[in-house]
């Protein structure tokens, strides 16, 4: 379902496709080929969120963002970049992801965490208020922490994932 709040509509890019079972609300931007899955909530409703081109949000994941109040000056948004793999059951909550990640099922990234371009976090992470993922690394763990660098492979198949997810969704937005 994709809904307006107050005076922000959902604007979807090229392609981009919403499952009828997700919500997507409010001051949202998907970009070209981005998709959002079966239960997956993104709510744009206090601050933007932008999903990036080819990025895939899996089901049951959570989108959400931060106020502006006094204990959050100028809220915060949540952008997620280019060919991201968010994977089932997430929750991303006023981070900045960057190009070609994977976020692992279950993992929870939380508000000021910035992750550089292709870092893969592993199932179940947790990556607490305002840390920094330098991109090229896997990390694990609750804290996150960095478990070692990736291989070449690695960093292809993060490209691998999110092209992946582009060809699926054209089948169920076919079907």
Request: aromatic share 6%.
């Given at each position: 379902?994709?809904?307006?709040?107050?005076?922000?509509?959902?604007?979807?890019?090229?392609?981009?496709?919403?499952?009828?079972?997700?919500?997507?609300?409010?001051?949202?931007?998907?970009?070209?080929?981005?998709?959002?899955?079966?239960?997956?909530?993104?709510?744009?409703?206090v601050?933007?969120?932008?999903v990036?081109?080819?990025?895939?949000?899996?089901?049951?994941?959570t989108?959400?963002?931060?106020?502006?109040?006094?204990?959050s000056?100028?809220?915060?948004p949540?952008?997620?970049?280019?060919?991201?793999?968010?994977?089932?059951?997430?929750?991303l909550?006023?981070?900045?992801?960057?190009?070609?990640?994977?976020?692992?099922?279950?993992?929870l990234?939380?508000?000021?965490?910035?992750?550089?371009?292709?870092?893969?976090?592993?199932a179940?992470?947790?990556?607490?208020?305002g840390?920094?993922?330098?991109?090229?690394?896997?990390?694990?763990?609750?804290?996150?922490?960095?478990?070692?660098?990736?291989?070449?492979?690695?960093?292809?198949?993060?490209?691998?994932?999110?092209?992946?997810?582009?060809?699926?969704?054209n089948?169920h937005?076919a079907?």
């Amino acid at each position: 379902m994709i809904r307006s709040f107050e005076a922000h509509t959902p604007v979807l890019g090229d392609g981009a496709w919403v499952d009828a079972q997700a919500l997507v609300l409010g001051e949202v931007s998907l970009g070209a080929d981005a998709s959002v899955w079966p239960m997956a909530a993104v709510r744009g409703d206090v601050h933007r969120i932008t999903v990036g081109a080819r990025s895939n949000i899996q089901d049951n994941s959570t989108l959400h963002v931060t106020h502006d109040g006094p204990y959050s000056p100028g809220g915060q948004p949540l952008v997620v970049g280019d060919d991201v793999t968010v994977g089932h059951g997430v929750t991303l909550h006023a981070c900045t992801i960057g190009d070609r990640c994977l976020i692992g099922m279950g993992s929870l990234v939380l508000d000021g965490a910035v992750l550089d371009d292709e870092v893969y976090l592993a199932a179940g992470s947790l990556v607490p208020p305002g840390k920094h993922l330098e991109g090229g690394w896997l990390y694990r763990g609750a804290p996150a922490t960095a478990a070692r660098p990736l291989t070449d492979d690695e960093r292809e198949w993060l490209r691998y994932s999110a092209a992946h997810y582009v060809r699926l969704k054209n089948r169920h937005a076919a079907s």
